[in-house]
C-alpha cells in the first residue's frame, strides 16, 4: 500500500427536510446514537485515517462538538467547519480546511453501514487510480417521467449503476475539481461528478445494499432492522 496522508470529510449540514423532522436526519437517535455517531465511528476505527472534518449547519457547530465529538471521544474530528447551501458547497467548506492530506474520503453523514472491509477496499482502490466511488449495479427498471404521472421512455440499465459513498480522491485533484465546478458554477450532487467533467476516470468500487442513505421516513425502519442484524 502506498503511504499518505487520508483525510476524511463528512458532510452533514443538510436540513433533512424530506425526514419531515425539524432536527436533521444525521442527528436522529438509532439505538441510543445519532446516526452520525456510527458514521464517525467507522473512520474513527479505521487505522489508516488520520483525521476527519465535519461540516454541520453553523448552528449545530457547538451541539455536535459536545453532544457527538466529545461524548464518543472521536478525537480525528479535527475541525467542525460550517456548511454551505448545498451538498457541495459544504465538502468544499471541509476542503478547504485540510492540510497536509495527500488522499480525501467523502462520506455522507447519513450513511452509517459502511463496512471496515469497504472502506479499506475503497481506500486502497484511490492509492492506485487516484479517484474513487462506491456504487451498485441497478436491478429495477428505470423509466424517465413526465409530470410524476406519465412514463416517457424506458432506459436501457446494462451500464447504470447506483452510486453511494465513500467516494475518495488525491487531494489536488478533487481540490482542482471543486475550484473548476465553483468558477464554471457547476452543481454536482455527488464529488465523483466534479472529476468526470475534467475528463478524468473514477473507479468504481463495487458497494454494499446495506450502505443506505437515509433520506426518507422509511429508512430509518430498514436503519433498525440492519443494526438489528448487527453485521453490515
Ligand atoms: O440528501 P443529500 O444527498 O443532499 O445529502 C447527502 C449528505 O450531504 C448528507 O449527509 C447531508 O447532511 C449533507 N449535506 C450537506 N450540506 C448541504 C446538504 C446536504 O452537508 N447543504
Redesign the pocket.
Known sequence: MKKGRIGVII????RGTRMNHYF?K?FLPLKGHPIIYYTLSVFQAHEAVAEIIV?VEEDLQAYMEENVVKRGSFDKVKEIVA?????Q??VYHALVKGKGWDWVIVH???RPFLSQSLLGKTIETVQEHEAVAVGIPLHDTLKEVAGQTTIVKTLPRDHLWMIQTPQAFSFSLIKEAHEKARREEFEG?DDASLVERMGKEVYLVRGSPLNI?I?MPEDLLLAQAIMEIGDW
Open positions: 458532510p452533514a449540514a443538510g436533521p444525521q461540516a456548511g454551505g447551501k448545498s451538498r458547497e459544504s455522507d453523514a447519513v450532487t442513505k433520506t
